[in-house]
């Protein structure tokens, strides 16, 4: 039995979940279990929903998070932050059962970087079960500022760096693109 990896898909720049997807893709192809779990992303439709429901049963993912999180809990924004931890700490106890489970050959923690720099979930907790887990299992973390300890227990870290985006030029997000 192989040792699993953890993998963190990290930076500033686009492709963090799409560099995952493709990994789930590829496990897939070599018969193996994955389970997509993502922490912000909520009841918003975008691609990776239906195109992934075609992989089942070898691959499931579950939106998770309660949609984007203001940084500015100011404004009436604090009790919009407070369901955003309630939503995260629901999501860490699916967390926890899924990765203990063993069922699975890969797990991908979608945005979990996020909801650590956020506040919603303690570092200690991540680096915790990645320690715990079924010493087989592969987990990538994915999203922006990931820690340094996540990053020192990494087996591979990868850092996009955004050069340019077309945000930037004023054109919205497209569907098939960004979603």
């Known amino acids: 039995m192989d040792k699993g990896l953890v993998l963190v898909n990290t930076g500033n720049g686009k492709g963090k979940t799409t560099a995952a997807l493709g990994l789930a893709l590829r496990a897939v192809g070599n018969g193996q279990k994955v389970l997509i ?3 912000i992303k909520g009841a918003w439709k975008y691609g990776e929903l239906s195109a992934l ?3 089942s049963p070898d691959v ?3 939106p998770l998070g309660n949609g984007f999180v203001r940084h500015n809990k100011k404004d009436g ?3 919009e932050f407070q369901q955003h931890q309630e939503k ?3 999501a860490w106890e699916t967390v926890k059962n899924e990765v203990m489970s063993d069922q699975w050959d890969l797990i991908i923690l979608d945005e979990v970087n996020y909801a650590v720099d956020f506040g919603l ?3 200690e907790d991540v680096v915790d079960l990645i320690k715990k887990r079924p010493e087989r299992l592969n987990i990538v973390l994915t999203g922006r500022n990931a820690r340094p300890e996540v990053i020192a227990i990494a087996d591979t870290v990868t850092e996009m760096k955004l050069i340019k985006h077309a945000f930037e030029k004023g054109i919205r997000a497209r ?3 960004e979603f």
């Open 37 to 39: 779990l993502q922490f």
């Open 53 to 55: 429901e075609r992989l």
């Open 60 to 62: 499931e993912i579950h």
């Open 77 to 79: 924004g604090q009790k």
């Open 88 to 90: 995260a700490r629901a």
């Open 121 to 123: 979930l303690r570092v």
């Open 175 to 177: 569907r098939g693109i």
